[in-house]
């Protein structure tokens, strides 16, 4: 029988109300006793390394994350994390960096309602899980949620009420499940054994212009920071309207060691800097990385992973570019 640990670390899943409002409150233990059919399949030890609303989850708990997958990565066959959903795909982005290459399945889900609800989609989705963590042929970080299993890098929180929480943007799903039947559709590749990494860089910031926005925001912010991720519009593209010299903000930041990501505000399709005037000299200053079809929430994830490793702009373009976990696959023609 396969063996799984579970690792609680709060959400809705686990919440119960109280006078202000759900919040967390039972643990991996309690959460488990829910679902008694897995026991068929799998054997499972419980763990809770937190127990908090993914609104106060931070980087530092992706490294305790990510270290406990490593002191426990050899004695089990599959992971299942139990989490809120709305940092959810962040944590699931981070960890595809955090942990590199690893064969087994390591499957995040969560819940829009609380297991102790009469009416939830919990169950299903933590039987859902299970399912996928005892699985031969799933590997890496994923996110199991309502039916479908998402790879780690893709998944984005597009609804905030609703079962189907999720999407996988500008990638298919890994699989769907149907009635407790699993019908994978790609398998991705996975090294000999897993890369784990223990270091990551906070000192990432995310600026969503607006029309209008004023140059001095990204430079204050980038002041702060050590990259800087700039959500413009459309394909992307830099303002350089009376009085706002971005484009001056951004190279000055870049000769003093910042690192800069340009992408796009719309969820889907991503980034092609080289369509428009307003982006196209983004592409003779090469050290402007572009996003392409990456999620921003991977895009975070991965520049504080490549920071945590370097600052050395050559190897932070080179590792930006490499595709880890599928996360990016539409760079190639960035015209160098
Ligand atoms: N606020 C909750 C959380 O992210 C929402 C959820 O789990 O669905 O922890």
Redesign the pocket.
Known sequence: MKRILMIGT????ASSKGEEGLAPALTSEQLLRYVPDVSSFCEVDCLQLFSL???NLCPHHWLGLANQLRESYDSYDGFVISH????MAYTAAALSYLVQGAKKPIILT???KPISFDSTDSKVNLTDAFICAASDTLHGVMIVFNGKVIQGTRACKTRSKSYEAFSSINYPFLAVLQDGSLLQYIENSYLPSPVFYDRLDEKVALLKLIPGAQAELASLMLERNDALILESFGVGGIPSYDGSDFLGVLERAMHAGKTIVLTTQVQNEGSNVGVYQVGYKIRSCPQILEAFDMTTEAIVGKLMWILGQTNEPQQIHRLFYTPIANDILNYRNRGE
């Open positions: 709060g959400g809705t899943i609303d993914s609104t809120g959903t709305d940092t969560g819940a829009q």
